[in-house]
């Protein structure tokens, strides 16, 4: 195989695998940035020009439909890859992998069937190609496009707008610097009225991507020819017009063999009295010839771009494939050491959201700075100490015998009844803290990327994670309601030694007994409890968060997975599988990468083999 041949032949790979492995966006015209880089050949023309002769002699082969009007209602793809001589034709369609045909009228059948699965059987025209790859021993290495006809007029059954469509359609193809474009043109029309040589001069007007075709060359009227057009006087291109002459329909009806007609053309050329001084430079095969020939120097011209976006897409992904996890392997030791990292890998970013390395932690304490402080406020004090209720508790507590000097039980009953406010606070914290606590796994599984393969293990995480929580939940309500069962198993006795003092203080000792049940000594009393529960008020507002800290959020901190990990440890190699069971999708993603990577890199060396035989 030539260096040419090479190099066209690489392109070829690379577009087919492009397209077969998705990165050509056929649903909106679009191309890859590596297909944007590959060079193809576009052929446009008018309705009725002759593209489909043109096409069918270049491949050697009677397999496209045909018909009046718009027969290319899709664009059709079409890549060529020379064989072995001697060896079987076939076809193969992108859309039925794996299926060989070796029947070209069965081909024929195929994309009419398949153009009307998308357009349905109407005039409708759809940007999403049809492609279909040659392989034949008569044929060059080459990639065509074969574009709906351009048309004047919409005709019955076609929207008012497939003019503008199919002019946008082919525009979106030619138009791009590494499109080769084949302009057809019937030689019995004036060439002024050519469709394809007036979108020719809007995209290529330096006519350096163009070349043009003669068709029709037979069907002159006599005493005609189209020798101005052929030896570029009436309109000038970068490269020579080629004549073709291509089977007629009645050549067509008796289904005469492509090579018969190919051989009918070289003879028509041969003895043509107006052509036979160009006869070397007409004909289906030199066009072929042709193209291939300029095909391949566009290529060279290219490498450089090609190779730089081959290494892109391969860095990216090879950074893909990091995100999406190498596969995994089968056997129980490998597979436990996986389970291990990836929770490794989750238990670091909950550490990071609880020291600040991510935002959540700063919430929990925004519970003790404020939840917890606005809980207190809103005890029920005032009530539980107004005036009414402190007479009440006293009275009920003296029983029948009042208090000679101070009502110490009544003070008790109302310090413990009013500490057991605290309860509900001290309980709130922990669970506020729990909360936000579960909060946090819940994010940093979903930032775990590694742990996104597998929802089955995300799931078994979650769930042991949260029964750690609920134990650690329960450990500090206990030591928090704890701490207020403290406060009131035992007073502090230093701040009622100083009740006395502090009435003798006021200025009138003798109140104590004398007016002891006046509406003052109750207010005093009242006032007494009140200070003391602010001050345990202050108090467990510095100890409850202390409490909440050291046994939920420090536990969760050092050990929230450590009665998972024993559970895992116990797991038989089915168990351990089965949580490593990744999401299809993944899995089907991670095998497109491979392939695309497996791709580029095979690319990538063909090039620069080819890139060094230069």
Not at 174 to 189: D, F
Not at 346 to 369: A, C, M, N, T
């Amino acid at each position: 195989m030539t260096t040419m041949e090479s190099l066209i032949g690489l392109v070829n790979r690379i577009q087919r695998a492009c397209t077969v492995l998705g990165d050509y966006g056929g649903d909106d015209n679009a191309f890859s940035s590596l297909w944007e880089a590959l060079p193809s050949v576009a052929v446009v023309g008018g309705q009725s020009s002759g593209k489909s002769s043109v096409l069918e002699s270049i491949v050697g082969r009677d397999f496209l439909p045909r018909g009046s009007g718009i027969v290319t209602r899709r664009p059709l793809v079409l890549q060529l890859h020379k064989t072995e001589d001697g060896s079987q034709e076939y076809a193969e369609f992108l859309h039925l992998p794996k299926q060989q045909f070796t029947d070209f009228s069965v081909v024929r059948k195929e994309i009419q069937d398949e153009t009307d699965r998308v357009t349905g059987k109407t005039k409708q025209i759809s940007p999403v190609p049809i492609h279909l790859s040659i392989y034949s021993p008569n044929v060059v290495n080459l990639t065509l496009i074969d574009l709906p006809g351009l048309t004047k007029v919409a005709v019955e059954g076609q929207p008012e707008s497939i003019v503008r469509d199919i002019e946008a359609m082919v525009h979106s193809y030619v138009a791009k610097p590494n499109c080769l474009i084949l302009a057809i043109s019937p030689a019995n029309q004036d060439i002024a009225t050519s469709d394809a040589i007036k979108l020719c001069r809007e995209v290529d007007p330096t006519g350096e991507r163009t070349f043009g075709v003669l068709t029709k060359l037979d069907l002159m009227d006599k005493g005609t020819n189209a020798l101005d057009v052929l030896e570029g006087r009436s309109y000038r291109l970068q490269h020579p017009w080629v004549g073709i002459v291509n089977r007629s329909q009645a050549d067509i009806n008796k289904n005469i063999d492509m090579i018969v007609a190919r051989r009918k053309e070289r003879e028509y050329f041969a003895t043509s009295p107006d052509y036979g001084h160009l006869a070397n430079k007409m004909g289906s095969e030199y066009l072929a010839k042709l193209l291939s020939k300029n095909l391949e120097s566009v290529i060279r011209a290219r490498i450089p771009s090609i190779t730089s976006t081959i290494n892109n897409s391969i860095d990216e992904l090879e950074s893909e494939l990091d995100h999406l996890g190498r596969p995994i392997a089968v056997d129980a030791g490998a597979q436990l050491y996986t389970i291990l990292e990836l929770c490794r890998a989750f238990d670091r970013i909950f550490k990071e959201h609880l020291d600040g390395g991510r935002p959540g932690g700063d919430r929990i304490y925004g519970v003790f700075d404020n939840q917890l402080p606005a809980a207190l406020r809103k005890l029920p004090f005032d009530r539980h100490l107004s005036l009414q209720n402190v007479r009440r508790v006293v009275s009920e507590a003296d029983g029948y015998q009042p208090h000679l000097i101070a009502p110490e039980q009544g003070y008790r009953r109302l310090i413990d009844s009013a500490l057991n406010y605290f309860r509900g606070p001290a309980e709130a914290s922990a669970d506020a803290v729990h909360f936000v606590l579960k909060e946090l796994v819940r994010k940093s599984i979903a930032e775990t990327q590694e742990l996104r393969r597998f929802p089955s293990l995300q799931a078994e995480l979650a769930g042991a994670a949260n029964q750690a929580l609920e134990r650690f939940r329960e450990g500090s309500k206990k030591t928090a309601l704890r701490l207020v069962d403290m406060e009131s198993s035992y007073l502090t006795v230093d701040f009622f030694r100083r009740l006395p003092q502090e009435v003798d203080n006021g200025g009138n000792p003798a109140s104590s007994t004398v007016d002891r049940y006046t509406e003052m000594h109750f207010r005093r009393i009242g006032s007494n409890v009140s200070s003391y529960v602010g001050m345990v008020s202050e108090t467990l507002k510095s100890s409850i968060p202390k409490s909440v800290v050291h046994c939920k959020v420090r536990e969760a901190r050092h050990s929230l997975l450590n009665h998972f990990y024993t559970q895992i440890g116990k797991k038989e190699g089915k168990q351990l599988s089965q949580l490593l069971d990744e999401d299809p999708a993944l899995m089907e993603r991670r095998q497109q990468c491979a392939k695309r990577l497996e791709l580029y890199k095979a690319a990538r060396d063909e090039v620069d083999s080819v890139s060094w035989a230069r």
